[in-house]
């Protein structure tokens, strides 16, 4: 690290220990400390956004009290500076720097499977279908995460599978590197009272839970007897002071439980800090198309989404419906890429395809590789935000991209031509373009790093 980014930092967590001496005092003295010390372009919008929470006293102020008194301090104090310092004030302007350098993408986070076994067989998922033969070795992600760290990314997010299968490993990667931030997306049926005192210990790491509504619901799709090991994980967690969220695939069956009042008043109950909402893709040859949701559903998700973040401490991030504010599509490494337990780049999580692999490739040069390079120069995919993906929303896109770079197909049991994949999306696409485009006219652009399109190109939508 510079002596530059260790003086800043050094200031930083400094100003991390003043808040949290006395938090509701302190509060507003830190945030005018930290736009002191940092640059201009760093986080402006959403520190302005912390500010106007703090003055309002609003639901979001209420949502940083509790994270900053309920949370055991053990963990707080740490996770805190972890991610905000380390994974977010310090790692930004590094990451531009490397955008800068190599003209590709260089990602805020990565996502990996550190496994693609799973204790749970859910209807429509993937990973259900891909057996529990593939694994990345220990020793091959702490190399990703080195290599990530170098360009400047300091959030890894595990995904499978289910990563828990690998929890030991998982913990001993957060301790090898605290100055890293970890997520991961788990069915939470795993967490037990020694994973929570490993939570503990290493105060770095943050389960993301699947959740698919009420009990009706998330048995009828996962199994039955999953929402009561879900409902104890949580009741855990929460006892003893543990940050947590949720993860919900929105689905065609769930849209009602999952888009109510009710449940996320139940989430907040519960403990959960965020709630990151995924419309569900029909990846896999045997996805269900009937579970991809209707226009309608989807607009009554964007404007309930929109509600709830005017009234309750709860993060909420709507993955399709929030285009607007992050500028289209965030995968191919503008944001985030995946990797796979085989270890194959994928752009997205959701997009099983690719022309590299970190067993034959460096992390830049899968981001400076075809496909990646074809996800940068095509960003963002569609002038609508509410229109960003390139393979639900855009499908012509996606299956251009993946011929003409002559990336593969990287399921693990029955592989889905790309011609397959935006076949089932198009029925989808063509509904729900005029309900976005009609939403899209009355809304403003949000400020990113892609509002200018005087280089769009022929084509495009």
């Not at 960003?379 to 011929?403: A, S």
């Amino acid at each position: 690290m510079k002596a530059t980014d260790q003086i800043k930092r050094a200031a930083l967590n400094k100003a991390i220990d003043y808040l949290l001496e006395n938090p509701e005092r302190n509060v507003a003295k830190i945030m005018d400390m930290i736009d002191k010390v940092a640059p201009d372009d760093v986080f402006p919008t959403q520190r302005a956004a912390f500010h106007q929470a703090i003055d309002d006293e609003s639901n979001w102020y209420q949502l940083i009290m509790k994270i900053l008194t309920d949370m055991n301090p053990q963990v707080r104090d740490r996770l805190i500076k972890t991610f905000v310092v380390d994974a977010n004030m310090i790692a930004w302007p590094k990451q531009e720097a490397m955008r800068d350098q190599y003209h590709c993408n260089i990602p805020w986070a990565i996502l990996l499977d550190p496994t693609s076994a799973c204790n749970l067989r859910c209807t429509g998922c993937w990973a259900a279908e891909y057996g529990h033969k593939q694994n990345l070795t220990y020793e091959e992600i702490d190399s990703i995460i080195n290599q990530g760290v170098k360009l400047g990314t300091h959030v890894y997010i595990y995904t499978g599978g289910e990563p828990l299968v690998r929890k030991h490993d998982l913990i001993n990667l957060c301790e090898a590197h605290p100055d890293c931030a970890f997520l991961s997306f788990t069915n939470a049926t795993l967490i037990d009272e020694e994973f929570v005192q490993d939570m503990i210990r290493v105060a770095n790491f943050v389960p993301a839970i699947s959740v698919e509504g009420f009990e009706e619901a998330t048995d009828a799709r996962r199994g039955e007897g999953t929402y009561a090991k879900v409902s104890r994980a949580m009741e855990l967690l929460r006892e003893n002071g543990l940050p947590f969220g949720v993860s919900c695939c929105y689905t065609s069956a769930n849209a009602s439980s999952i888009a109510s009042e009710e449940f996320f008043d139940w989430l907040i109950e519960k403990g959960a800090l965020f709630a990151w909402v995924f419309t569900y893709m029909p990846v896999g040859v045997g996805s269900p198309t009937s579970l991809m949701v209707h226009a309608d559903q989807r607009e009554h998700l964007y404007r309930f989404i929109r509600k709830m973040r005017e009234k309750k401490p709860l993060f909420t991030l709507d993955f399709q419906n929030d285009g607007e504010f992050v500028g289209g599509c965030i995968a191919g490494g503008r944001n985030y890429f995946h990797i796979n337990s085989a270890g194959d780049a994928e752009p997205c999580v959701f997009i099983h395809y690719s022309n590299a692999n970190i067993h034959d490739s460096s992390i830049l040069e899968i981001l400076q590789s075809p496909l990646f390079m074809a996800y940068h120069n095509g960003q963002p995919f569609n002038k609508n935000h509410l229109r960003p993906c390139p393979m639900l929303e855009n499908p012509e896109l996606l299956r251009k991209m993946v011929h003409e770079t002559g990336a593969h197909s990287t399921d693990l049991q029955s592989p889905e031509t790309v011609d397959h994949l935006c076949d089932k999306c198009k029925a989808y696409a063509d509904n729900w373009q005029p309900m976005a485009d009609e939403i899209w006219s009355h809304t403003k652009i949000r400020e990113s790093r892609y509002e200018n399109y005087k280089d769009w190109k022929p084509g495009q939508q």
